[in-house]
């Protein structure tokens, strides 16, 4: 099994622009969610999801939307991206109990 | 809402006993785990306690939970150079965690030779 997988690893974007960041499971875990990890912050929820066609927002929601179609997808969007979102977004998957699973991270830079 | 704190750093000479605290605010923290960072990578699950256990043991992990203090350590035996990591504390609440964890921001493991 592949457990989490995230895409892009690596990505540099310019202000204002767009992008997708994927994420995978293969374990049929009901729940997902969507944390960035910032120096000194340790992680922070943005969005979770439940199961498919059901999300809400955590902590720091602003700025990006997710969506959950299917099982295995939680794809975040950020719409207009800006130097506070600079960071590692890491993607997690889990059952209603005991571990989270969590993919590689997904650092991000904004110019 | 719920608070994890954890010392940012700890410093630790090789071959030494490693202790790292960890608080939350909680009181409804059903599991409360430890997960480890190494540099450049994500986050792996080292160990879990569950709210009704003061003790867990595994190989040179041991956690101690004071639920009355809300207080979790982690003890690493014989810390090594492998040990060098970010640890961070992370609690499930009792809503049933559908929103993951709550994490601190996680301790800086840094072995002395």
């Known amino acids: 099994n592949a457990g989490v997988t995230q895409t892009p690893k690596f990505q540099v974007l310019k202000t204002g622009q767009s992008m997708t960041l994927q994420c995978a499971q293969d374990?049929?875990?009901?729940?997902m969610s969507w944390y960035r990890q910032d120096p000194g912050m340790g992680l922070r929820l943005i969005h979770y999801s439940v199961g498919a066609g059901i999300t809400d927002q955590g902590e720091v929601p602003n700025g990006y939307n997710v969506s959950r179609s299917t099982t295995e997808d939680f794809p975040l969007r950020l719409l207009s991206a800006a130097p506070s979102q600079t960071s590692v977004y890491f993607c997690?998957?889990?059952?209603?109990?005991?571990?989270?699973?969590f993919g590689e991270g997904s650092r991000l830079t904004v110019l | 809402g719920e608070d994890v704190e954890q010392s940012l750093f700890l410093s630790v000479r090789e071959g030494d006993s490693s202790v790292i605290n960890c608080t939350y605010t909680?009181?409804?923290?059903?599991?409360l785990y430890w997960y480890k960072q190494e540099p450049g990578a994500g986050l792996q699950l080292l160990t879990y306690?569950?709210?009704?256990?003061d003790m867990k043991q595994d190989q040179r992990l041991t956690v101690l939970l004071n639920k009355k203090d809300k207080h979790l350590s982690l003890r690493i035996a014989d810390t090594q150079t492998g040990d060098s990591a970010i640890y961070f504390c992370a609690e499930r609440g009792s809503g049933g965690g559908a929103d993951g964890l709550t994490f601190g921001k996680g301790t800086h493991l840094i072995i002395q030779p």
């Open positions: 374990m049929n875990h009901e729940y």
């Open positions: 909680d009181s409804s923290s059903t599991y």
């Open positions: 997690a998957s889990y059952m209603g109990a005991g571990e989270l699973f």
């Open positions: 306690i569950f709210s009704n256990m």
